[in-house]
């Protein structure tokens, strides 16, 4: 079975919650939460091993840990060891019920700490950089995480912007810097994660979250735009804790809501994003590659029955993924923005 591969890239420091985004936007993204058309996702690169699946497994552990730190919040925070993968397939259900495998979404994982090690090689490039920037390679789509937190809690001295907690921890240049020298796809996507949204799309701050987002970030967005190969950057902000809300300054300090179960919200908006952009990028291809098929050959005249009927065949599967990518960006419209 070959399907079309869509690589997406988690980047962001150790600590800012790659994974816990990934085991909360989870439940979001199956039946019945996930229902656009035809479409499903099923969180394995095989459809055949469901009560075997790698991903299945490792979400449903990444899961509880973060019900269980819902439940009881500490600052305790081990971070990723190693690069992770996690592989969704985008499935259609024919009127027969037959399920075909038309994307497979390739997410990986990578520690914060290969962005950030600046340790030196013999070459004088960041280790951390290299590191990253080998998983970069031949990405469709970026996640690029920052902590909220960080970002609109820094120490300040009489009212005046310092921004030590925004550099020190979600270290923006270190990041950047990853993105815009890495060989990745032509029509990239860069999609900005505003991590741990909790205190402040409960408490109707988010206006204010991205005048500080823009205010903060838009010199790296610039940098980022240096990279041809970069189509669209997108911001979005995102729960991932739920029912924990973050108090204070210090990252340390956390309120459960009283009554509250762990419900995080507006998490899978990321992936959504991805899915849309994907299926936007195989439509535009879909006609252009049976045209190309058919015109490229010398016995043309020969072809013509297989080439409209190649042609009808694309004509409906570009209605059928307009109209899941119009379902997608309907849920979309409020609660993600392109820069």
Known sequence: MSVSTIKIVMTGPTGVGKTS???AMYPHLEKPSFQFGDYELFPESDKESPNTS????????????IKQFSANPTNTHSGTPEPDE???????????????????????????????????????NSVGTVKAQKFLNGADVSFWCI???????????????????????NKPDIMVKCLAESNINEGHTVIIVLMRAESYSRNGKYEELYQQLKSRIAQYVLELRKNRKIDKVYYCAVETTGCVIYNGTERERYIVRTGETYNPKYCEMPVLCAIQRSLEKTVNQIQWKIYHLAWRCPFIRFLLPCYWRLNGIGKRLEKRLRKVKAEIGEKLEHNLFEW
């Open 21 to 23: 985004l990934l085991a």
């Open 54 to 65: 790698p991903t299945r497994t490792k979400l449903d552990e990444a899961l509880n840990k």
């Open 86 to 124: 996690f592989d969704y397939l985008l499935l259609y259900e024919s009127d027969d019920g037959q399920k075909t495998p038309e994307l497979l979404f390739q997410i990986w994982d990578i520690p914060g700490g290969f962005c950030t090690d600046t340790e030196k090689d013999k070459d004088g």
């Open 147 to 169: 902590d909220c937190i960080a970002l609109m809690e820094p120490k300040s001295h009489n009212g005046q912007w310092l921004g030590e907690k925004n550099d020190n921890f």
